[in-house]
């Protein structure tokens, strides 16, 4: 009788042992893809299977289960919407800084008990996903002009203004040049010199900013202002809060709300950008 030789066999029934227990460890869920929407607000996360916040397949995620940061200077919060047992993770984000170019958001696991699959395991800590690049919002940096009459009625009626320029620089400084009725050259009655700061609010599309003036003399001031699209038109509306009883107007009051609405519309200045 014919002896068959047993070590192939177990070699055989190594390799099908290993295989089948390779094929059954179950893998833990990672990130699929994560897209920013064209104005920045909703950030869709993608994984690669149904997730939850808890190893006994409950809980959706939520702001504590997923940690969201952006490029330094971009100032930003959000909240994290899903449903427990699917794949998809809405993360809702209020920008209230500028949004300098080439941005993208990185989206990771709180921690390593943050996210799991349904058969309890637990995202890698580790694993990350970077968003798509974010639209470039500059805010009020740029150059702007302001004449005819886009020029503020209180300007024209109470300082002679015919035409403003104004820059407001990437390094939070500004220069703005006021020609005076009847000035024809190129050089400027006045020019006003300082920095400034800008947040973004939550009503709208409208921003606070802050002027801190070193020329032609010091001075406060603050207000509001919004880009408006189609065309692109910038109103502005500032006042002066230093050494005076001026009150700013309010993203809440909106365009008019200087000095509690005493004024109307009479300091809302219009610029268009000029680069």
């Known amino acids: 009788m014919k002896r068959i030789p047993l070590f192939p066999l177990f070699i055989l029934m190594a390799l099908v042992l290993g295989f089948s227990s390779c094929t059954e460890e179950n893998q833990s869920p990672k ?92 995202m890698d800590a580790a694993q990350s996903i970077e968003s798509n690049v974010a639209t470039k919002e500059l805010a009020i940096m740029g150059k702007w002009l302001s004449e005819g009459t886009n020029v503020a009625p209180l300007l024209v009626t109470y300082f002679n203004v ?14 703005v040049n006021q020609f005076n009725i009847g000035n024809t050259t190129t050089t400027p009655n ?36 919004e880009i408006k699209t189609n065309p692109e038109v910038l109103w502005y509306e500032i006042v002066q809060t230093s050494g005076t009883q001026n009150t700013p107007p309010t993203p809440a009051g909106g365009f008019g709300s200087s000095n509690g609405g005493t004024l109307g519309t009479i300091n809302i200045q219009k610029f268009v950008r000029t680069n």
């Open 162 to 175: 015919a035409k403003v320029t104004a820059e407001f620089k990437t390094d939070y400084t500004y220069i």
């Open 190 to 225: 006045l020019i006003f010199r300082g920095t400034y700061q800008i947040n973004k609010s939550v009503v709208g599309n409208i921003w606070t900013i802050d002027i801190n003036q070193a020329e032609p003399y010091v001075a406060t001031a603050a207000g509001i202002f």
């Open 31 to 122: 990130f699929k893809s994560a897209t920013l929407s064209a104005d920045n607000k909703t950030l869709t996360v993608l994984f690669t299977e149904d997730v939850y916040a808890s190893a006994n397949k409950t809980g959706g995620l939520s702001a504590s289960n997923l940690t969201v940061t952006a490029p330094a200077g971009v100032v930003f919060t959000y909240i994290v919407t899903h449903t427990a047992g699917t794949n998809t993770a809405l993360i809702t984000l209020t920008i209230t800084s500028v949004v300098p170019e080439n941005s993208k958001f990185l989206v990771k696991p709180a921690s390593a008990t943050s996210v799991y699959d349904a058969d309890g395991a637990a």
